[in-house]
């Protein structure tokens, strides 16, 4: 099983900002790398696929880049509404899927 | 546009067999992979497991044991049973479809508390 792990835990930014955060994958997932945003009570959205292709509708303020085991999700200018959870996930030899433990982007 | 609705029991005995559904509309249910994937409270998300449209199926090895995912065509819907639950299987329950590997529609999700 392919573990992902996701840094930091906990992120305290202000608006406006540019937020890094990161994914790093115990082997090898090539591009196969998701990112998702989930507010509290909310299902998680679908941010980026391909590790760097943005989803339907979803800003371009975000973006996703990495290959391999490191991964990074990019917010070039953080706005109110993206104070969220972030999950990485990998798709490379599934199953089984797993995710990331989350982390979480407050308001500083 | 693809939309997905679990339903099911939100409380269930422990001992006893947890069964969600999740009704597809704007999409045949006998493409794509279907899954499910659940969060406990506070914590992060872990995938259960995925049924095809051809009925073929994978779940996680942890609680491979315990899951049955199942399609019915009639009703364009796919179901989850879990058996032997306990306290740890209480969780919210989403379903999701996927084409890849990653899910891009999620259903909003449904609360099941285990407990008696």
């Known amino acids: 099983e392919i573990v992902m792990m996701q840094s930091p835990a906990t992120l305290s930014v202000s608006l406006g900002e540019r937020v890094i955060l990161s994914c790093r994958a115990s082997?090898?997932?090539?591009?196969?790398l998701a990112w998702y945003q989930q507010k509290p009570g909310q299902a998680p959205r679908l941010l980026i696929y391909?590790?760097?292709t943005r989803a339907t509708g979803i800003p371009a303020r975000f973006s996703g880049s990495g290959s391999g085991t490191e991964f990074t999700l990019t917010i070039s200018s953080l706005q109110s509404e993206d104070f969220a959870v972030y999950y990485c996930?990998?798709?490379?030899?599934?199953?089984?899927?797993?995710f990331g433990g989350g982390t979480k982007v407050e308001i500083k | 546009q693809v939309q997905l609705q679990e339903s099911g029991p939100g409380l269930v005995k422990p001992s006893e067999t947890l069964s969600l559904t999740c009704t597809v509309s704007?999409?045949?249910?006998?493409?794509?992979?279907w899954n499910w994937i659940r969060q406990p409270a506070g914590k992060g998300l872990e995938w259960i497991g995925r049924?095809?449209?051809?009925?073929?199926?994978n779940y996680i090895p942890s609680l491979k044991s315990r899951v049955t995912m199942s399609l019915d065509t009639s009703k364009n819907q796919f179901s989850l049973r879990l058996t032997s639950v306990t306290a740890a299987d209480t969780a919210v329950y989403y379903c999701?479809?996927?084409?890849?590997?990653?899910?891009?529609?999620w259903g909003k999700g449904t609360t099941v508390t285990v407990s008696s």
């Open positions: 999701a479809s996927s084409k890849r590997g990653y899910m891009d529609v």
């Open positions: 704007g999409a045949s249910i006998r493409s794509y992979f």
């Open positions: 049924v095809y449209g051809s009925g073929n199926t």
């Open positions: 082997q090898s997932v090539a591009t196969n």
């Open positions: 391909g590790a760097s």
């Open positions: 996930q990998h798709y490379n030899n599934w199953p089984p899927l797993t």
